[in-house]
Structures are given as C-alpha cells and as structure tokens.
C-alpha cells in the first residue's frame, strides 16, 4: 500500500491583451409635434362629407427604415392601430351616412390620432412589421361635425 499526500495548489496569471469595441445605438425620436390638419376635397356622391388629412414631419436624423404607427380611438376607447406605414399622413373622412349612424349609435366624438416612430421590417413587397419604436407618440384630435350641429367640417387640435 502506496500512501501519498497531495498539497493543495493555487494557481495565478496573467495575460496582456486586452479588447474594446465603440458601439452607436441608433434612436428612433419622437414625430415633432404639432400634427398637421387640411381639409381634402370632397369625395362626391359617393363619399360626401368632410375629409382630412393629418400629416407630420420625419424626427431630425432618423435612420433610413424609420417608419411610423398610427393609432386612431373615440373617446378613449375603441382603439384601432393601422399598419405600420413609411408615409408621414393618413387620411380621415366623416361621410353624412356614418355621421347620422353615429348620432343615432352614440359613436360620436372627437377622434384621438397618435403616431408614433417605429422602425420599419419588411414583412412582404409592401407590408411591414414593428421593430423598435419611440416611447412616446405625438396626438391630435380631430372633431367632426354632427347632423346635430348642422356643420360636417371638421376642427383640430393638437394635444
């Protein structure tokens, strides 16, 4: 029988090289308020009624897939986000049909528009999805009139 006795080592080093890296994180800035209201023509027997366009400014130095995501409620509520869009307006119209259906519905009101900046993926030849997007969006609220008021125009104000 072998008898052995092991100590206990503790081992240490060294090494000279050393790495770095320098890293840009591109930023996704929020639309410049105010949003933008004009009146659009009227879209004839077939759409009569007030229409508007909202229209923004692209944020200073945003990246080439900056794109935009905009968010429509009434009231509060009913929230509606269309698909991301590389277009800086959407359109609104108020026809006389739907505005005597939302007298009578109770779906009157003023419209809350938010846009936000996200980034742009192409999902498809001319649809995208969402990457990043900015942590706040930039609103507008657009009113139009009701049969009640006698006035189908419409008025904005930012928010």
Avoid: H
Avoid at 106 to 135: C, E, F, H, K, M
Wanted: proline share 6%; net charge neutral; glycine share 10%.
């Amino acid at each position: 029988m072998v008898l052995s006795s092991t100590r206990s080592t503790l081992a240490d080093w060294t090494d000279g090289e050393s790495i770095g890296a320098t890293f840009t994180a591109v930023t996704y800035g929020q639309v410049p308020a105010p949003l933008t209201c004009s009146k659009l023509p009227d879209g004839g027997l077939l759409e009569p009624g007030a229409r508007a366009q909202i229209s923004w400014s692209e944020p200073a130095g945003a990246p080439a897939d900056v794109g935009y995501q905009v968010t429509m409620s009434r009231n509060g509520a009913n929230a509606t986000t269309l698909a991301p869009q590389k277009e800086r307006f959407t359109n609104l119209s108020q026809g006389l049909l739907s505005a005597l259906l939302g007298a009578l519905l109770g779906s009157s009101g003023p419209i809350d528009i938010d846009v936000r900046t996200v980034q742009l993926v192409p999902a498809s030849s001319n649809s995208y999805t969402v990457g990043w997007s900015a942590a706040q969006s930039t609103r507008i609220t657009v009113n139009f009139g009701t049969l009640l008021s006698g006035s189908f125009g419409f008025t904005c104000r930012p928010v």
